[in-house]
Nanobody, 113 residues
Framework: VQLQASGGGLVQAGGSLRLSCAAS????????MGWHRQAPGKQRELVAL???????NYADSVKGRFTISRGNAKNTVYLQMNSLKPEDTAVYYC????????WGQGTLVTVSS
């Protein structure tokens, strides 16, 4: 199973980006999908998760600014990021879980002040 994340880039503070992630090689649906991020010199942290029934969970730092959703295609997930701040700068990793955890390769988000 491979997760491919895309959509990262450079954006000014206050701007928006939309991250996408799609899994290939999977014959099952992930119970949970989501995003984590890792800023330089920091540990990887949870950003947002969504279950297969649509329940969501967000880090306090992104509540009200980020929205996670699942696509119609199996094992796709999106992260709409609005009102971006410089502290959101990080590598964002797509995540899928169904008995085991699977990680994508990461996509870099850089927010300039």
């Amino acid at each position: 199973v491979q997760l491919q994340a895309s959509g990262g880039g450079l954006v000014q503070a206050g701007g928006s980006l939309r991250l996408s992630c799609a899994a290939s090689g999977s014959i099952f649906s992930f119970n949970i999908m989501g995003w984590h991020r890792q800023a330089p010199g920091k540990q990887r942290e949870l950003v947002a998760l969504i279950s297969n029934i649509g329940s969501t969970n967000y880090a306090d730092s992104v509540k009200g600014r980020f929205t996670i959703s699942r696509g119609n295609a199996k094992n796709t997930v999106y992260l709409q990021m609005n009102s971006l701040k410089p502290e959101d700068t990080a590598v964002y990793y797509c995540y899928g879980y169904s008995g085991s955890a699977y990680w994508g390769q990461g996509t870099l988000v850089t927010v300039s002040s």
